[in-house]
């Protein structure tokens, strides 16, 4: 669930910006970046806690799942305002990928 959503300001395009980066993390790790037996510890860790980039992740899914998690909405990677799905598309993580 992204910052927004937990804090009840509302959640648009950029809400399922961020599942991607969390699920992106997940595939590469095998655990989620924020977890905890308590609920509401969780919840304070997703609105006030940087996401921990492990060592064997490249430098581009590193800024793939930093830009995709950024707190703020409207500085998210693929938000409206900042080119949508094409700047996402546009990311040196995909670079290999022919969206053709």
Same mark, same amino acid.
């Given at each position: 669930m992204s910052p927004e959503i937990l804090n009840e300001a509302g959640h648009e395009v950029?809400?399922?910006w961020w599942s991607l980066g969390i699920v992106l993390y997940e &595939?590469? @790790?095998?655990?989620p970046p924020?977890?905890?037996?308590?609920?509401?510890?969780i919840a304070d860790d997703i609105r006030f806690e940087e996401i921990t980039m492990k060592?064997?992740?490249s430098s581009d899914l590193k800024?793939?799942?930093?830009? &995709?998690? @950024?707190?703020?909405?409207k500085k998210r990677l693929g938000h409206p305002i900042r080119g949508g799905v094409a700047q996402v598309k546009l990311h040196p993580f995909f670079?290999?990928?022919?969206?053709e």
């Open positions: 950029s809400s399922d &595939l590469a @790790t095998g655990n924020f977890s905890s037996r308590n609920i509401e510890q060592d064997f992740f800024s793939l799942i930093d830009g &995709l998690t @950024t707190k703020d909405p670079k290999k990928v022919n969206w």
